[in-house]
């Protein structure tokens, strides 16, 4: 079946380094998204990418889509504590129109100040 | 706030027993999704339903079960509880039922815990 895998597991890292997470899928993806959980929190969703090859920025993240649109990848510049929590990426059931999400495992974000 | 609400906000309860969470969803959205997410496991897809039918199932025990009503809200109902049920429980809601640009706006959650 359709897997989205998601690498580290866990980053830990000290305020001011940047940090990267990887989301690979076993299919080619029509889009993926990405969410942020904060501790306690819910998913809040970030962004989507369509496009082959498509970078798109937040102010210190950048997120980018894979030529293939099987793979993304999420950095984060000069980490700061509020960016703690567990960051998802997501993609689309493949050839359906069902609307359901397959969600990597995640990672956990912690920043030491 | 996303807009989804889910009640309770937290239930503890005893094996054996049944219990019903309740999602309504965003205003507009037909599209109703829930997800277990025990402690360090991501999200496990659990139902949706579109408009009030059944359109994809996850790893859903056959103990568990959810349907969606004629004003939206939907309610999954857990029953025969085991320890291991014990996570947080979210629904989502997405407007159309073509998923490749829908986005999901997930409920604070309903903490369950089993003792």
């Known amino acids: 079946g359709q897997q989205v895998m998601q690498i580290p597991q866990y980053q830990h890292v000290q305020e001011g380094e940047d940090f990267t997470t990887y989301c690979n899928s076993s299919?080619?993806?029509?889009?993926i998204q990405w969410y942020k959980q904060r501790p306690g929190g819910h998913p809040v969703f970030l962004i989507q990418l369509v496009k082959s090859g498509e970078v798109k920025k937040q102010k210190r993240l950048t997120f980018q889509f894979g030529e293939a649109k099987k793979n993304s990848s999420l950095h984060i510049t000069a980490t700061q504590t509020t960016d703690v929590g567990t960051y998802f990426c997501?993609?689309?059931?493949?050839?359906?129109?069902?609307?359901?999400?397959?969600f990597g495992r995640g990672t956990q974000l912690t920043v030491w100040p | 706030d996303s807009g989804v609400t889910q009640t309770p906000k937290h239930l503890i309860t005893a094996t054996g027993q049944r219990v019903t969470l309740r999602c309504s969803p965003r205003s507009g959205d037909l599209s109703v999704y829930w997800y277990q997410q025990s402690l360090d496991q991501g999200l496990q897809f659990l139902i949706q339903?579109?408009?009030?039918?059944?359109?994809a199932k996850g790893n859903i025990l056959e103990r568990f079960s959810a349907q969606q009503f004629p004003d939206l809200h939907s309610e999954l109902n857990l029953s025969s509880l085991e320890l291991g049920d014990s996570a947080l429980y979210f629904c989502a809601s997405s407007t159309r039922l073509a998923g490749s640009t829908d986005t999901q706006y997930f409920g604070p959650g309903t903490r369950l815990t089993v003792l």
């Open positions: 339903y579109y408009n009030g039918e059944e359109r």
């Open positions: 997501a993609g689309p059931d493949r050839g359906s129109t069902l609307g359901r999400l397959y």
């Open positions: 299919t080619t993806l029509s889009n």
